[in-house]
């Protein structure tokens, strides 16, 4: 299960989670960011960055393709690999 830690501090500048500390023995290759502005609905992500490796924790900000514009965001992230998880709980951050 990924479980989202509280919001990154103001002036952080990625997105970070808890990953699955058995994750690899359990399929998982890597993860997925789903990004939405606070004005979309929660659960649907017009953005999501694929992030290899069953044991990373972060992405920088500055590695989202386009970048963000100013603004409130929620993210949430999923395991992927030999099957999806659900959606973490979103959290919220600013740009």
């Given at each position: 299960?990924?479980?989202?830690?509280?919001?990154?501090?103001?002036?952080?500048?990625?997105?970070?989670?808890?990953?699955?500390?058995a994750a690899a023995a359990h399929g998982v290759t890597g993860y997925e960011i789903g990004i939405r502005t606070s004005a979309n609905p929660p659960g649907t992500y017009p953005n999501i960055i694929p992030v290899d490796g069953p044991n990373s924790f972060q992405l920088f900000l500055s590695d989202i393709i386009p970048p963000?514009?100013?603004?409130?965001?929620?993210?949430?992230?999923?395991?992927?690999?030999?099957?999806?998880?659900?959606w973490s709980t979103e959290l919220?951050?600013?740009v």
């Open positions: 299960m990924i479980q989202a830690p509280p919001p990154p501090a103001i002036g952080v500048d990625y997105l970070y989670w808890t990953p699955d500390p963000l514009a100013s603004g409130t965001y929620v993210y949430a992230v999923r395991s992927v690999g030999t099957s999806t998880s659900a919220s951050f600013n």
